[in-house]
């Protein structure tokens, strides 16, 4: 085994997501592990592109465990990329104001309009704003992305046709509002990190042949179910498509990549990945998911796993 061989990152204690997030990969962890490219086992992947980062469940056990020099992480979604940038420039004062929220919170007399006092100043933030032009006003908007993530019913991020939170206040007895050693943790993970507000697209302009790349897109709703509970249900089958020719175009730059998502031959015959990757390795692996159509709501479904290397 050459000495490069599972090169383990020493240099950051272990991260976890900071949020609870629609579709995080945390379950999916064991099962998405084995399929990872051996060069990324090797220490020999440059970049790590991950082009719709959500709750980072996949890049924070990546970078817990291995070896790479530069991350390129995405999302449409402004608030995530305000929160990842603010804990990787300023997580001291990330912390001191998640701190001031915590101590608020649990001495409030009145928990409930405490959350929607907070919600509203939420809601008070410029929506047009260009989260990729980084200002030190982003750390009280970043800290109550994560007070209101802790509190909220579900730990659901969901907003309006106009951009306005309106998730309702959760039932948490004791909710964990600063996880500080975990911050610290994503903070150093984050350090080597570029993250940007973008579409998924913008993975082409820094791919190459010492890359790997995970995409993890809304799920493509299975036919009797909704799986997906993003504000704006825009990624439709038109845009699997655009991200299958930008998997492709990567391909001819020769980055590694793998993409999961929902299988719909769960719920009858139906090839639309299988004939959109007919050209890739295509894997199915069990998950534990939310299921509208059962009974309980809960139950093992299979989800897709697309590689263009070998495993
Ligand atoms: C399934 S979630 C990713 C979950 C993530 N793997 C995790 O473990 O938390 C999909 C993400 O894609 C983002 N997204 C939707 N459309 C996008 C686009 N066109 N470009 C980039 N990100 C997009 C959503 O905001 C959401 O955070």
């Not at 976890?16 to 962890?29: E, F, I, N, Q, R």
């Not at 306005?164 to 984050?190: C, H, Q, T």
């Amino acid at each position: 085994m050459s000495e490069l061989a599972v090169q383990k990152n020493t240099e950051t204690s272990f991260a976890s997501p900071v949020l609870k997030w629609a579709g995080g990969k945390g379950m999916l962890l064991p099962q998405l592990s084995p399929k990872l490219p051996n060069k990324l086992r090797c220490g020999a992947i440059k970049k790590y592109i991950e082009p719709f980062v959500g709750g980072g469940a996949v890049f924070f056990d990546i970078s817990n465990s291995y070896y790479f020099e530069e991350a390129y992480l995405f999302d449409i979604n402004p608030e995530l990329v305000i929160l990842y940038n603010v804990i990787k420039n300023n997580v001291l004062e990330l912390i001191d104001e998640l701190e001031r929220l915590q101590i608020s919170y649990f001495s409030s007399t009145d928990r409930k309009e405490f959350y929607y006092q907070m919600r509203d100043e939420y809601n008070s933030f410029d929506k047009k704003i260009d989260a990729n032009n980084y200002s030190l006003s982003f750390i009280r908007r970043a800290a109550l992305t994560v007070f209101l993530n802790r509190t909220c019913f579900n730990g659901l991020f969901r907003v309006n046709s106009k951009g306005l939170f309106n998730v309702p206040m959760g039932s948490y007895k004791n909710p964990r509002i600063l996880d500080r050693e975990n911050l610290i943790a994503v903070s150093k993970a984050l350090s080597k990190a570029t993250i940007l507000q973008a579409d998924f697209a913008k993975a082409l302009d820094f791919a190459d042949n010492n890359t790997f790349i995970y995409y993890d897109p809304p799920y493509r709703p299975l036919k009797d179910s909704s799986f997906t509970t993003y504000a704006v249900e825009t990624f439709d089958d038109n845009e699997q498509i655009r991200l299958k020719d930008v998997f492709e175009q990567a391909h001819k730059l020769g980055a590694l990549q793998m993409l999961s998502n929902s299988d719909p031959t769960n719920l009858g015959p139906d090839p639309f990945f299988d004939d959109l990757y007919h050209n890739y390795n295509i894997y199915r692996i069990l998950a534990k998911r939310l299921i509208n159509a059962n009974s309980d709501g809960r139950g093992e479904i299979r989800e897709i796993l697309i590689t263009n290397y070998g495993v």
